[in-house]
């Protein structure tokens, strides 16, 4: 079979450098990569370092090779254009479909799906100009992946940086797999909670669960791969932030509450991934609790948390907001699952077998989605991924 397609187009920004990193994921993963950078970008990463990781000749010019028409053909026969790092220069040209270069003669002429991961200083990535260019290229259909907190050129921190290219390579891989479906998502803010609560008893021990966050962070990368606006609440995961996902860190079920509900707040969509404790410790020990010997512990007692999910489903934000649900279950699955769907109130209802070796920590999961529409939808053993692209399915169904 033919490899896909791709062209990477490297525009004229610090982060050039970790476009290397992009193309070798790419072309390790079996995709035929034509490497467009800009003028500028030659200043970062010389075309001898492309066109050795690449297999193909660099140019930036309409000028080179003027018989094979490059400033048309290589647009036509692409199966993805991805522009890491994308300056503000280059958004703008792209919004505004300048073609003064042999990168910009390729945005126009693609009529495949694209992708633009911004790199730049804060104050350029939130100046009015760049946002307003954002939104007409997401507009357009399409993918404008949200830069990385961290840090920026000399001492600067703030939003701007180039996220992870191996993120990158994660919504690139996504996209391609969808084609021409395009991002059915753009324009939504859809909200994501992930990972397992922890309930302190003292400094040293809570109480908590498997979950490693998985599943939701594959919900999450799937939706910015799919056009949206993510806010991904997270609990104690450990995992690397998805590309285009605005993360926000939690540890208990309280601080997860407060942070669902401001970022529903106008959210189209709330999927809640996260394992939620259902009980917290009624009082905290200030000191390490001690063995004491010959003696039995004191009773902890427990008080409930929460039902962060009953809430939201009960108290819309906004007309037309979607909510999902997931129930572990470990026996009963499908009529505790039903049980649940009526109790919580939720549109969506993920139901899925759970144990020691089942689910929590691997790359694979096998569902049930069960709508209170009376639908059931299932979801055979396979990566969470797949999951994640069955439930933005019916998510995107019911929000059309």
Not at 38 to 66: I, K, M, N, R, Y
């Amino acid at each position: 079979m033919d490899k896909p397609k791709v062209v990477l187009g490297v525009s004229g920004g610090i982060a050039a450098y970790k476009a290397c990193e992009l193309l070798r994921r790419l072309t390790e993963s079996g995709h035929d990569v034509r490497v467009v950078p800009t003028a500028a970008a030659l200043h970062f990463v010389g075309a001898a370092t492309w066109s050795a990781l690449s297999g193909h000749p660099v140019s930036t010019e309409v000028w080179d090779d003027v018989h094979e028409v490059p400033h048309v053909r290589i647009g036509q026969g692409a199966d993805l254009v991805v522009v890491a790092p994308a300056t503000t220069d280059m958004l703008a040209k792209a919004a505004h479909g300048l073609a003064d270069d042999l990168l910009t003669n390729t945005l126009l002429t693609a009529r495949c799906p694209v992708v633009f991961a911004p790199a730049m200083h804060t104050e350029m990535w939130e100046h009015p100009a760049t946002q307003e260019n954002v939104a007409t290229l997401r507009r357009r259909g399409a993918v404008v992946i949200e830069p990385a907190v961290g840090r920026l050129t000399g001492v600067d921190t703030g939003k701007g940086r180039l996220p992870d290219p191996a993120e990158i390579f994660e919504v690139c891989r996504r996209v391609l797999a969808r084609g021409v479906t395009g991002p059915d998502l753009k324009g939504r803010h859809v909200v994501v909670s992930a990972g397992g609560t922890r309930e302190p008893l003292d400094p040293v021990r809570f109480l908590g669960n498997r979950s490693s966050g998985k599943q939701g962070y594959a919900l999450a990368r799937t939706a910015a791969a799919r056009g949206a606006r993510v806010t991904l609440i997270a609990a104690n995961t450990g995992l690397p932030d998805p590309a285009g996902v605005d993360v926000v860190p939690v540890g208990t079920a309280v601080q997860l509450r407060e942070a669902v509900l401001k970022a529903a707040a106008d959210a189209d969509a709330v999927v809640m991934a996260a394992a939620v404790a259902d009980f917290r410790p009624a009082e905290y020990a200030a000191g390490k609790i001690k063995k004491k010997d010959d003696k039995e512990p004191d009773p902890i007692v427990l008080v409930r948390n929460p039902d962060i999910l009953a809430e939201i489903s009960a108290d819309r934000s906004r007309p037309g907001q979607v909510v999902v649900g997931f129930a572990a279950e470990t026996d009963d699955v499908l009529a505790n699952g039903r049980t649940k769907l009526a109790r919580k109130g939720c549109d969506l209802l993920v139901v899925n077998e759970v144990g020691e070796r089942k689910t929590f920590g691997s790359e694979e999961n096998e569902a049930v989605v069960l709508g209170a529409d009376g639908s059931e939808t299932a979801v055979p053993h396979g990566p969470k991924e797949a999951l994640a692209e069955i439930v933005w399915d019916l998510v995107a169904h019911r929000l059309s």
